[in-house]
């Protein structure tokens, strides 16, 4: 763990290093605010956290469509291996985690945004869930909350807060018993990201789909609003009867407990010219399929190139999955298919 003047400021950034030193991980603290020196070889820098402060740039909200109103980050970089990451070719330089120290600056920005987003706020359909703050677009913060602590301290935040807003997270990840007793009044909806059997191989470094099966039903337990990231879809052999079996294990995870509020949102996998190569780099010989001429090329609202599955590919897929998660968990709200 690298720690920076700045984040030794804050008392997270100092319970971030002793809980390191705890672990018995090594702690080097660095005599200035830049980082320098940084690994180059990918599995080093994945293994490499920089504990750091925010800058007011990175604490500025930006809009998040489809999933929330609005963004806010926790930290940058994730732990898990996975050969799709769509983090690749959006995060600059070695794939290190960069986590904030300066937590109370960042959700010091969050009340201006309150009623002001265009995906939650002023949406007819979705407009309960209050004005939605997404803190894993750029990480998995369950992965790293036994060093941070910030995902605990962002809930209990939104649990105090009376107002009309929801924290929301998706996780790869299982060790959910610290979020159990939190008091999160209902205001942070937890999503696991899952997928068909076949895709795991993909997700190296990650616990297994029963792991998080078993977390989901935890936190459903326990109160919280929870949620199914699908993602990303892909035709993996027998693809239609893959994620059915999916949903129905979702269903078995969840039987039993009451009132649970289960949201679902179907996520296709693509990729940009970027990103793949990120990938090949990071992960050769990977059996993921990266064909464009299996693809569709479309341009994105930036102006990039991203290829998707060609069109007639993903009607197909979009009625063969949605009809299964109707029958399958009927009580789920479809948020959004991409």
Not at 135 to 164: K, M, N, Q, R, V
Not at 198 to 221: F, I, T, Y
Not at 267 to 279: A, C, D, G, N, W
Request: charged share 20%.
């Amino acid at each position: 763990m690298l720690v920076t003047p700045s984040a030794l400021a804050w008392p997270s950034g100092v319970a971030a290093l002793e809980r390191a030193a705890a672990l018995g991980a090594e702690v080097i603290r660095l005599p200035a605010d830049r980082l320098s020196g940084l690994p180059d070889a990918y599995r080093d820098a994945k293994t490499t956290m920089a504990v750091v402060t925010a800058s007011p740039s990175r604490r500025r909200l930006q809009a998040i469509p489809p999933s929330a109103d609005w963004r806010f980050d926790l930290a940058e970089g994730c732990p898990a291996h996975c050969s799709y990451c769509y983090l690749a070719g959006s995060l600059a330089g070695p794939p290190i985690i960069r986590a904030y120290a300066n937590l109370p600056e960042i959700l010091a920005e969050l009340p201006a945004a309150v009623g002001q987003g265009r995906i939650t706020s002023l949406s007819p359909n979705r407009a309960a869930e209050g004005t939605t703050f997404e803190c894993s677009c750029y990480t998995d913060p369950l992965a790293i909350e036994h060093l941070t602590g910030s995902l605990a301290a962002s809930i209990s935040h939104f649990g105090a807060w009376d107002a009309a807003v929801q924290l929301r997270f998706t996780t790869k990840f299982d060790a959910v018993g610290p979020l159990l007793d939190l008091q999160h009044n209902r205001r942070t909806r937890i999503r696991f990201s899952v997928n068909a059997q076949a895709a795991e191989r993909h997700e190296g470094g990650a616990p297994r789909m029963a792991a998080r099966l078993a977390a989901l039903r935890a936190v459903a337990g326990a109160g919280y609003p929870v949620g199914l990231t699908v993602a990303p879809i892909m035709r993996v052999p027998d693809w239609a009867a893959a994620y059915e079996r999916l949903f129905a294990e979702v269903a078995l995870a969840l039987d039993g407990i009451a009132d649970v509020d289960l949201t679902a949102e179907l996520i296709t996998h693509r990729f940009t010219p970027k990103s793949k190569e990120v990938l090949a780099g990071w992960y050769p010989g990977s059996p993921l399929e990266m064909d464009e001429a299996q693809r569709a090329r479309k341009m994105t609202k930036f102006g990039s190139v991203k290829w998707v599955f060609p069109k007639e590919q993903m009607a197909e897929m979009r009625a063969t999955l949605q009809a299964a998660l109707a029958r399958r968990l009927p009580a789920a709200r479809l948020l959004y298919w991409t």
